[in-house]
Each structure stands twice: as C-alpha cells, then as structure tokens.
C-alpha cells in the first residue's frame, strides 16, 4: 500500500506517549467567553467554547517547550506545518502530529453514522502541503484540561480534544488515559481527511456554532 511507509514512521515508537506528541501549539487561537484568544494566554479559570458543553472553566493548563520532547533529533515528533487552503484553513498552521481532531464529513457520516470524526493530526500527511516541520527554538506546547474530556474551537475551522483534569496523572506517569472519545483507525482516517480536502468550501468544520465579532478578528 502506498501509504504504508507513512503508517510506519509513527507507528515505530509505541513505547513513547502519545501526549509528547500532542497538544495546541503557541499561537493558536481559541474560542473563548471574551472571542479568539491565543492558547498560550489562557489561564485556569477561563471559560472556553466546547463542542458538547458550551462555555466551560478549565481546570488546569500544562505548557512545556517543544524541544525538550526530544523533538530537534526525532522527526516522528516534529509538528506538522499544514499550508494555506489545504483544508478551507485560511492561513498556514501547525499542529503536533497526535492531536486529535474533529472534523465534519459526508463519508464519516456514511461510513459510521455520525458527520463528526475523530482522527489523529497525523492522517492529513496524506494531502499535498502537509509536512513536517522543524520546531521553532521558542515553540510551546500546551495542553488544556477540563473537568472532562472537551472538544473546543479554534479560529481556522478546526476543532481539537483536549483531556480531562485527572489524565494529568496518567501523562506524567507516561500511561494513557481512558478516552471517551473514539479516534478512528489511521486508514479510515485518511479516507475522512481526503474527503474533507476534496468537499464543498474545503472546510474541516462547515457548521460552526459561534463567530467572533469584529473587535474579536
């Protein structure tokens, strides 16, 4: 299969935790109570937009440079930089390569019953403009925890799981949390990706709840 060696490169390190590869990356902006924030300005307390609950407070912030996951000399951890439009995303992004997304697809819908899919960052390295990247000497990775499991917004149509309070634990133990929520199989995954790219308007989320205002762009 053509995308076997793709599969491979990150299926060779099972021994590392998924939460060394995921997270938001600083820098990108987020649905909150007072409009789009930048993630890395987020404190405990805030209330931020999600998918199932509304406004919800988090309850814990954890941040931590990118380098010093060992990203500089282990390309399988290096963020994925995703160029302009490749998804309906207006500008170029970048995301770690196990951050869980949800997105919105007729296929998924077909396939499994439900339009929304969560799949791993990872399964876009199948589209044209989605590469590796180095990190930047200054880039942070911040994880947002919720009283549980939360899918919030960000400002370019994606939308992201972020972990309950309580996998703190399991993440510093290098254990992985129980997930409520099902990630799909890497080659389902890939079939979604391909679908969204190829779909009206080119967007991974074409109903969203909530716009900022003007003061808030």
Do not use: K
């Not at 490169?9 to 935790?17: G, N, R």
């Not at 590869?21 to 649905?31: D, H, I, N, Q, V």
């Not at 079939?191 to 205002?213: K, N």
């Amino acid at each position: 299969m053509a995308l076997d060696w793709m599969n491979a490169e990150f299926a060779a390190d099972d021994a590392a935790p998924h939460a060394e590869r995921s997270g938001l990356l600083s820098e990108t902006r987020l649905a909150t109570e007072l409009g789009w924030r930048p993630v890395e300005a987020l404190a405990e307390g805030d209330l931020v937009l999600t998918f199932d609950g509304g406004l919800r407070p988090l309850r814990g912030i954890t941040r931590r440079p990118l380098r010093a996951t060992g990203s500089e000399t282990r390309r399988d951890f290096w963020p994925l930089e995703i160029a302009a439009e490749v998804i309906g995303n207006p500008r170029a992004l970048r995301l770690m390569p196990h951050q869980a997304l949800l997105v919105e697809s007729d296929l998924a819908e077909r396939l499994c019953g439900d339009p929304f899919a969560l799949l791993p960052a990872h399964a876009l390295r199948v589209l044209a403009g989605v590469e590796p990247a180095l990190p930047g000497p200054d880039e942070m990775i911040v994880q947002l925890h919720f009283a549980r499991e939360e899918i919030v917004f960000g400002d370019q149509g994606l939308m992201f799981l972020c972990p309950a309070a309580h996998d703190l634990l399991e993440q510093a133990t290098g254990r992985e949390a129980p997930s409520g929520y099902r990630l799909l199989p890497d080659a389902l995954a890939q079939e979604i990706v391909q679908d969204v790219a190829q779909g009206p308007g080119r967007s991974a989320v074409r109903r969203g709840p909530w716009r900022p205002g003007p003061a808030d762009a």
